[in-house]
């Protein structure tokens, strides 16, 4: 029995770990593109930025969240540092840098493309 109970709380500590590391990591990393270094998600999809988005608030909804996926943030996500987690119209969560909430682009097929950059002159690569 206290083998048992030893396994289990010790189960239950890497779990708790899990989570807390789950959480504070980062939800994008910086890569190389053909104009230059792009926040991108884990995926590699470039990541970009909305003029039209106030700090800390996503103008895009509806049919522009269609074309501009949101960087969705998991409900127990946490600001850490230049991160921040933006509440949308809708009460789901996206993932903002240094307050620009962050949004991928359906035209954007493979890891590394940027086909976003400069879409109606008020889309942006989310550069580091």
Known sequence: ?????????????????????????????????????????????TLY???????????????????????????GAAASGEWSVVTRDDGSKQWAYKGKPLYLWVKDTKPGEVTGDGVNNVWHIAAP
């Open 1 to 45: 029995m206290k083998l048992f109970l030893r396994h289990a709380i010790l189960t239950g500590a890497l779990v708790a770990a899990s989570v807390a590391l789950a959480q504070t990591a980062t939800p994008a990393k910086v890569a190389d593109t053909s104009k230059g270094k792009a926040l991108v998600d884990a995926k590699g999809m």
């Open 49 to 75: 930025t909305f003029d039209r988005d106030t700090m800390g608030k996503s103008a895009c909804n509806g049919q522009c969240a269609q074309n501009w996926p949101p960087l969705m943030a998991a409900g």
